[in-house]
């Protein structure tokens, strides 16, 4: 069973920076690369929704409520696919999580959360 950990959360004020990893340290290469994988977040109260996705060969696509913010990438040699926020809101609180896109590759990793104070 493939395991995402993910980190790089924190909490940062309203208009500050965070990158968060999710790395895949025991999938196989030949299936985790042409994966297209993807960040998802849910907030307390809330549904988890879909943030960010990223095709094998780094075709990207974003939620509205982040594009110009966010910009998601990966490093197949290292198994790892990044978010690089910045101009965070305090609606971007949330705990996030990666997982291929569609939902299926692995089971839900522990997420990483993310404040923003205001």
């Known amino acids: 069973q493939v395991r995402l950990v993910e980190s790089g959360g924190g909490l940062v004020e309203a208009g500050g920076s965070l990158r968060l990893a999710c790395k895949a340290p025991?999938?196989?290469?030949?299936?985790?690369?042409?994966?297209?994988m993807a960040w998802y977040r849910q907030a307390p109260g809330k549904q988890r929704d879909l943030v960010a996705s990223?095709?094998?060969?780094?075709?990207?696509n974003y939620a509205d409520s982040v594009k110009g913010r966010f910009t998601i990438s990966r490093d197949n040699s290292r198994k790892t696919i990044y978010l690089q926020m910045n101009s965070l809101k305090s609606e971007d609180t949330a705990v996030y999580y990666c997982?291929?896109?569609?939902?299926?590759?692995?089971?839900w990793g522990q997420g990483t959360q993310v404040t923003v104070s205001s």
């Open positions: 990223i095709t094998s060969r780094s075709s990207t």
């Open positions: 997982n291929s896109l569609p939902i299926g590759y692995s089971d």
């Open positions: 025991r999938a196989i290469t030949s299936v985790f690369n042409p994966m297209t």
